[in-house]
């Protein structure tokens, strides 16, 4: 039973993925801190806030689901940063695929959920 939108797993492994995120740019150098850093730290962590916010605001379908929408729009984002991140000599293949495979899986359960909310009702 979801009683929170902590039981979200959409939440629980967005949340993680944000989390490996700020763990991988420690290793980014120092004169990226400002530009590749902040924005993909930024937008891994949208994904979360916007599942997060929206739940707060589920009595409201299209409100709801605009957050969707939105988490679905950081995860288009934070997959840029990360194609940077590759480019740049950031970040290897192997660590490159395994977070985009995650963005990917993250994109199928919000667009899972966006078409299967129910209006929430008292």
Not at 31 to 49: A, K, P, V
């Amino acid at each position: 039973m979801i009683k929170s939108y902590k039981d979200l797993v959409v939440y629980k492994r967005s949340f993680k993925l944000a989390m490996d995120i700020f763990w991988l740019t420690k290793k980014f150098p120092k004169e990226e801190t400002y530009s590749l850093t902040s924005q993909i730290n930024r937008s891994s962590r949208s994904i979360t806030s916007n599942v997060s916010e929206g739940w707060a605001k589920r009595k409201f379908e299209l409100v709801f689901k605009q957050h969707l929408i939105h988490a679905l729009g950081s995860a288009s984002e934070t997959e840029t940063w990360l194609e940077f991140a590759l480019e740049c000599k950031y970040i290897d293949e192997p660590t490159y695929k395994k977070h985009t495979d995650e963005l990917e899986q993250i994109g199928k359960m919000l667009n899972k959920l966006y078409q299967n909310w129910k209006s929430y009702e008292k």
